[in-house]
């Protein structure tokens, strides 16, 4: 179908750029050092911010004296939050369609308590970062240290401290979702199988530590932010609202940004005092996020605790999940998403790839004397993939059936779409056994089962770990809109020729890395009929690119890639028209191939773009009075049919556990995603596999680690332990196609699918080599410790 | 964290080191490889008043046979040692040991002398020289004196060093080699678990303040008695509690490395 109208088949032009493995056209930029992060933006008058931070999780503060960090040599000023209080609204962060949500205000600096270790409350300035840490080592304040609420499983109960008395209790929100009769279906069901699943606490790691240089300017009261985000817009329309800015008047510029992985989506307190203190001073103000600070100051993620159940049936059949989750969430919901949403995704996402009946779902989302946690890659569904997946393992195990063939029996079928999940979640069109037989190509099944047993006959534990999952991508407005919040879900794309023949793309979507621009302009090249280095992509900033979301929850491709294909056919269209009048043909009758424009019919060259450019731009007298001229277009698009675009994969681990260590050794790794149209075979590989080396990071390695007191243990890279390269297995990503008919481009989002199933799968994997011993572990990470405990070797 | 305003100045000879002790005093910072130090500068968890930089100073250098030791100048670093056919033929066990510490950035630049002196008790050089029974050569405006490994090493970061004084060199006996094998959660992580084991000295690290040495279980393995030496561990490892886990699993890490580095053969067997 897409075929037909738009040649967006593999290989049949020389600018058939959709599917194709093109490289970043940013890379060489960025391993010669050349790319502009905010830390490379550079102002005159700039003043670098410090921040003492909370040492304690909960406290009374008094800032005594600021005259001792006023006379280091290079600080200019200090800032309290009372300073900021005139400067800044306080913000509220809930959501109205996350019914019965609560949260406290919270400001760019607290005013006399903080409620996490590594909280900002007073900020100085100074001439340099380091005359701004001595200012802040110097100052005089006051502590008096309170009991702190860390343990999320006594948030609620008698005794707890209450986190902000105002609200009454530490519940921010709470939701059941139910579908059928659980608890009939439950007591009669052949067997129930339970278990308990920690995930833990991590965190995104970004290359580049958050970043923000503000620099408001009195002559024209304009704002202007250099910003290390994922979301140009929304943050302008945050700090429009709460610096009392008209928002026309606050443009958000993020050029290059060193990674994200949702870290850079949320609205930081310590980036608002900056914004406010700029526009206090009216000079640029700097602030970058050391490592130190981003342990304790980035958001976090994944804290949950999950009570879960499968029933059964006798042959195979998945009756129905019955699953509690309970999650901290720090001492506020983050502004404006909310900490609410991984919570509820985990609702909406357990048993999303089965056919069941019976469904009943409660997270329960408390207030803590922790960093904040909030949306952070594959929000929520690597908590509930591990939640379904172990236990439809269990299932297998308690029935004595092979877990893929389980699979096999409840596994949405493939013809069954448009379908609705007991959850309320609708899928246009899932793959799941078409990507299971694919998994299945690929995993050498008999060759590895042959060698797990001959393995456990010399005393060698390895297992085979699968996980299924969906993934919800290209998200409508039913994600933030609907609860209020000035979130675009729209995305725009504005496309112009130049009279060299060259096109420029400005796209409201954002670049962290990953290639976004890439894709852009693949995607423009093919649409426009232009070489790919003929296309030059702006993004990242408020004022120059049509207003959008930009680039988070898997949308950048699927959103933002469909509106620059529109944009890219409509200045073809336009392009058509002009030189159908300067060549004395129809549009109909002209194509544009590799720049120039050719007769349809018989590919003979015509006319090059540029001198179609050169004619328009500067020989306008020779054309024809009433010819438009725009050769620019822009488009924008929103899914209207669904709320989300859902995808869907299976992975495959395959691990040796060392039962006298407890090390787990990742062997091979499967992965097939189904993310529609791919664009860039190369680009979605590289996706898949970062997603499941950050995947494996939850299962096997990074922890957020408080003590009872709330004191943050892993606060460098030698304690909190990413993957890394010499750990991680051999990775093979396969793909199976399902476009989403919503758009032309029918791409949906590739950026999270790794991240959704590889904990999962490897969970599974290492049950599978317990399983012998009558060892189990659910509890992430899956550190040497826990297995240990598990075996009853320690 | 930026670094504390710091003074920075290069030493050419050992002259210098003690002119700049004798004005600078407790001040003074001696500056090798930098590959702990200059990361608690960046944390300021240390405000010297002086860097001194060694690393031009030619007698803490080179690698040499002598008086039936095996020399090893301070300043060689990680990655020297490991290529140093003199250490490969005399000291295998300190070769053996390179591939375990961090990582090549880090070895490249990381000095034996700097983790001697740094003394951190998951770090595998000071076990090794342990085991090994190597002499660590000191020296300070007064003079030489030679301190026994096996006394050097005094509690949690901290070590036989007197203010004003420096580590020359490590002389390590020959041809006793010895085998080293640790348990960490990644490659180039301090191990959650070590043990460097010559004859019947196992010397275990990250298990302790530093290095501990388990008299107990060498006295047992002098007799052959490879279950005995790890049921004595029991008394000779008293592990902290760390992030990785608790004492048992350290206790049992410990068992788990020496049985295996005694008796190979019956593990692979089992």
């Known amino acids: ?794 | 964290m930026k670094w504390p305003a710091t003074s920075y100045r290069r030493a050419s000879s050992l002259g210098d080191v003690w002119q700049a002790f004798a004005e600078g005093g407790a001040g003074v910072q001696l500056l090798a490889g930098g590959q702990t130090l200059l990361a608690t500068l960046a944390f300021r968890l240390s405000e010297p008043a002086l860097l001194l930089d060694i690393t031009r100073i030619p007698t803490l250098r080179g690698i040499a046979l002598h008086g039936g030791a095996l020399r090893i100048g301070a300043l060689t670093t990680h990655a020297g040692l490991g290529r140093d056919p003199l250490v490969a033929r005399h000291a295998p066990l300190l070769a053996q040991a390179v591939p375990l510490i961090a990582h090549p950035a880090i070895r490249n630049r990381g000095t034996i002398g700097g983790s001697l002196a740094n003394a951190d008790p998951a770090a595998e050089l000071p076990a090794c020289a342990v085991a090994l029974e190597a002499t660590l050569v000191l020296a300070s405006a007064q003079g030489e004196r030679r301190v026994p490994a096996g006394e050097f090493f005094t509690g949690l970061l901290s070590t036989a060093l007197r203010p004003g004084e420096l580590i020359l060199a490590v002389e390590v006996p020959i041809g006793r080699g010895g085998s080293i094998t640790e348990i960490a959660r990644r490659s180039g992580d301090y191990a959650m678990c070590g043990l460097a084991l010559v004859g019947a000295r196992p010397v275990f690290f990250g298990v302790g303040d530093g290095p501990v040495l388990a008299r107990g279980a060498g006295a047992a393995l002098a007799r052959g008695d490879v279950e005995a030496a790890c049921a004595a561990l029991d008394t000779d490892l008293d592990p902290p509690t760390d992030m990785h886990g608790p004492p048992a699993m350290k206790r049992h890490l410990a068992r788990v490395l020496l049985r295996r580095a005694a008796a190979p053969r019956q593990e692979q067997a089992a």
């Open chain 1, 1 to 794: 179908m897409n075929e037909i109208t738009i040649g967006l088949s593999r290989e049949d032009l020389p600018n058939s750029y959709i599917g194709r493995s093109v490289p970043r056209p940013s890379v060489a930029k960025l391993v010669e050092g050349r790319a502009t992060y905010t830390d490379d933006v550079a102002l005159p008058r700039t003043l670098h911010a410090a921040f003492l931070r909370s040492p304690h999780a909960h406290a009374r503060f008094t800032v005594r004296d600021t005259e001792a960090a006023l006379r280091v040599p290079g600080v200019v000023r200090v800032f309290t939050g009372h300073d900021l209080a005139a400067l800044c609204t306080p913000w509220v962060a809930t959501l109205e369609h996350l019914k019965g949500m609560k949260s406290a205000p919270q400001r760019p600096l607290p005013l006399d308590r903080a409620t996490w270790q590594g909280e900002a409350v007073v900020a100085v300035l100074a001439d340099t970062r380091a005359a701004a840490e001595d200012g802040a080592l110097a100052l005089d304040v006051e502590w008096e240290a309170l009991p702190a609420q860390t343990d999320m499983e006594t948030a609620l109960k008698p005794g707890a401290v209450v986190i902000h008395p105002e609200l009454g209790d530490n519940l921010a929100f709470r939701r059941t979702a139910t579908h059928g009769d659980v608890d009939a279906a439950f007591a009669t069901a052949h067997r129930v199988v339970e278990a308990r699943f920690v995930t833990g606490r991590h965190t995104g790691v970004t290359l580049e530590g958050r970043s923000i240089l503000a620099d408001f300017n009195r002559a024209d009261g304009t704002l202007t932010v250099h910003h290390a985000t994922q979301a140009p817009h929304m943050i302008q329309e945050v700090l429009a609202q709460h610096l009392g800015l008209p928002a026309g008047k606050v443009r958000v510029v993020c050029k290059d940004v060193g990674g994200s992985f949702g870290i850079k989506v949320h609205v930081y307190p310590d980036e608002m005092a900056v914004a406010a203190m700029s526009v206090a001073l009216a000079r640029p103000v700097k602030f970058v996020a050391d490592r130190f600070e981003s342990f304790s100051s980035d958001i976090h993620a994944r804290d949950h605790r999950i009570l879960a159940r499968i029933a059964v049936a006798e042959d195979g059949t998945i009756i129905g999940f019955d699953v509690d989750d309970l999650t901290g969430i720090g001492p506020y919901s983050v502004y404006p998403r909310t900490s609410a949403v991984e919570g509820n995704q985990v609702v909406n996402l357990c048993g999303g790839p089965y056919r069941f009946e019976h469904y009943r779902c409660t997270t329960t989302v408390v207030l803590q004397n922790k960093a904040a946690t909030c949306q952070y890659r594959a929000v929520g569904h690597p908590i509930a993939t591990a939640v379904t997946e172990g236990l439809v393992d269990l299932a297998a195990e308690a029935l004595g059936m092979d877990p893929l063939e389980l699979r096999r029996r409840n596994l949405i079928a493939d013809d069954a779409y448009p379908t609705t999940s007991p959850a309320g979640m609708r899928f246009e069109g899932l793959s799941h056994h078409a990507s299971l037989d694919k998994l299945l190509s690929m995993v050498p099944l008999d060759r590895i089962r042959a060698d797990q047993a001959e393995a456990r006959a010399r005393g060698v534990f390895r297992g085979l770990g699968f996980a299924s999952f969906i993934e919800l991508t290209n998200p409508s407005p039913f994600m933030y809109g609907i609860g209020g919040a000035r979130i675009s879900a729209q995305d725009g794309c504005t496309v112009r020729m130049d009279p060299d023949g060259s096109v420029v793309a400005a796209s409201g979507v954002t670049e962290q890395g990953q290639g976004t621009e890439a894709i852009l302009a693949q995607i423009v090249a093919h649409g426009v009929g232009v070489s790919v280095g003929k296309v030059r992509v702006v993004t990242g900033d408020t004022l120059a690119t049509p207003y959008g979301g930009g680039t988070w929850a898997c949308r950048g491709a699927g959103i933002g890639g469909e509106a620059a294909l529109q944009g890219a056919l409509a200045l073809k269209a336009q392009i058509l028209e002009v030189a159908g009048a300067m060549l004395q043909a129809r549009p109909e009758a002209l194509d544009v191939v590799m720049g120039e424009v050719v007769d349809r019919a018989t590919g003979t060259p015509r006319m090059p773009l540029g001198e179609l450019g050169r004619i328009l731009y500067f020989r306008g007298d020779t054309l024809p009075k009433d010819l438009p001229r725009e050769l620019v277009q822009t488009r924008h698009y929103i899914t209207k049919e669904y709320p989300f675009a859902f995808t869907n994969g299976i992975q495959a681990s395959w691990v040796e556990v060392d039962t006298d260590t407890g090390m787990v050794t990742l062997l091979e790794h499967w992965c097939v995603e189904d993310c529609g149209r791919i664009i860039n075979p190369l680009l979605v590989d590289e996706q898949v596999k970062g997603g499941i080396v950050q995947g494996i990071g939850g299962a096997l390695y990074e922890h957020c680690l408080y003590d009872e007191q709330g004191n943050l243990l892993t606060t460098t890279m030698a304690d909190y332990l990413v993957p890394m390269a010499a750990e991680m297995p051999e990775m093979h990503v396969g793909h199976v196609e399902t476009p989403t008919r919503e758009s032309l481009l029918g791409a949906k989002g590739a950026g999270e699918a790794g991240t959704a199933g590889a904990p999962a799968a490897v969970m599974n994997a290492i049950n599978d080599a317990l399983r012998p011993l009558g060892a189990r572990v659910t509890e992430q990470p899956f550190t040497p410790a826990r297995i240990l405990a598990a075996l009853g070797r320690i």
